[in-house]
């Protein structure tokens, strides 16, 4: 895997590479996620050896209260994603598991950088330039018309996030990278202003990971509605095998008969395929296309290779949605040793900011 960094040369030091990520919690993860995230993040961290080497991966609550004002998707996000990376091997023992809302320095931390942060720095973010954009095309509505200080200061938010723990490495996506590149900004404005107390973090994004298609043959996301759900809905009446199989068979092919020869390089499910299978089972799976295929088959070629990586993780998912005291008792061990770090680093801040006792009382 070639993982790109946008600050390569900066961590040669004596610093620990301390990797932190976050998801937002607006949606149920499907296999779009599963690939382009969840597995190479959890492969990452349980590929370190390293004790320094701390990885910290959270659900980011508040920025969910940003896009989304539904209550129960909030809560029932929080929880299906907090079991997902659980079952799919994140060990909460070794990373630092947590939730943003359970870590109250990082609010505190983000309106402390939002005294230091310039506006200017806001406008230019690519999230809140494209509803301003919108907004424009239309006539006789008002640029910031539906934009809410959440999502202008979006940015400094995920920045407190980053900051806080000195993160050097963030894996994001793509429509991130910005948002890293802002937090190294306002790290650098705060260290100038005050003192050097928060670390430049790199935005770590990899352009071989699959983005996955859809089955509409668009890009999978939960906006085009066109996604395969990871772990199927959690429905004691439904087998979450069978709804998975059937998502597949959903997925849009043309009309060739079943023995005509077919193009591997334009199919989704070849697409799909190739975040799942070895180069030997890529090889063997493009001959059937060249030698003729029903898209049946090659479908049920694709739902049973997803299927046999995934069913191991199943069970825990659907344990683990059952009882979310469990869940609830993960995440507060890892806001502890969350809370460890951030305590000490808020206290800092404020100090270096001139907030503090006035005297020692005994
Ligand atoms: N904004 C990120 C997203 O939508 C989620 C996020 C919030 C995040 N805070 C972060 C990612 C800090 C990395 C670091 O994908």
Redesign the pocket.
């Known amino acids: 895997m070639s993982a790109s960094e946008t600050h390569p040369n900066q961590t040669e030091t004596n610093q620990p590479r301390r990797t932190?990520?976050?998801?937002?919690t607006t949606g149920i993860p499907h296999l779009g996620n599963y690939v382009g995230a969840i597995r190479p993040a959890i492969q990452s961290s349980q590929n370190s050896t390293n004790e320094e080497d701390k990885s910290f991966f959270f659900l980011?609550d508040y920025?969910s209260i940003i896009k989304c004002s539904d209550p129960k998707q909030v809560h029932e996000s929080t929880k299906a994603i907090a079991a997902t990376w659980l079952a799919c091997g994140l060990d909460p023992e070794k990373v630092v598991f947590y939730r943003q809302s359970d870590v109250p320095e990082i609010p505190e931390l983000a309106w402390i950088l939002n005294c230091s942060c310039a506006k200017g720095l806001m406008n230019r973010a690519h999230a809140y330039k494209a509803a301003v954009d919108a907004n424009n095309e239309k006539a006789d509505v008002d640029p910031d018309h539906g934009i809410t200080m959440g999502l202008f200061g979006y940015p400094v938010l995920?920045a407190a996030?980053?900051l806080m723990f000195n993160a050097t490495h963030?894996p994001?996506?793509r429509d991130?990278i910005q948002?890293v590149e802002m937090a190294r900004d306002i790290a650098g404005t705060f260290n100038h202003k005050y003192k050097p107390l928060f670390t430049q973090p790199s935005a770590v994004f990899d352009d071989n990971v699959a983005l996955l298609t859809g089955l509409d043959g668009r890009k999978m996301s939960k906006s085009y509605g066109n996604t395969i759900p990871l772990f199927g809905e959690y429905n004691p009446q439904v087998d979450p095998e069978k709804q998975l199989r059937k998502a597949i068979m959903q997925i849009v092919t043309n009309s060739q008969a079943p023995e005509e020869p077919k193009d591997a390089d334009d199919s989704v499910i070849f697409e799909i395929y190739k975040a799942f299978a070895t180069p030997d089972e890529l090889a063997d799976l493009r001959s059937q296309f060249e030698a003729g295929i029903a898209w049946g088959d090659a479908k049920q070629i694709l739902f049973e290779k997803i299927n046999s990586e995934i069913a191991p993780f199943r069970e825990r998912y659907f344990e683990l949605m059952a009882n979310p005291k469990e869940l609830e008792e993960i995440l507060m061990m890892g806001a502890e040793k969350a809370r460890r770090h951030s305590r000490k680093q808020l206290d800092k801040t404020r100090r270096a900011i001139g907030i503090k006792p006035l005297a020692k009382l005994k």
């Open positions: 932190l990520t976050g998801v937002t980011a920025h995920m996030d980053i963030v994001v996506g991130q948002h």
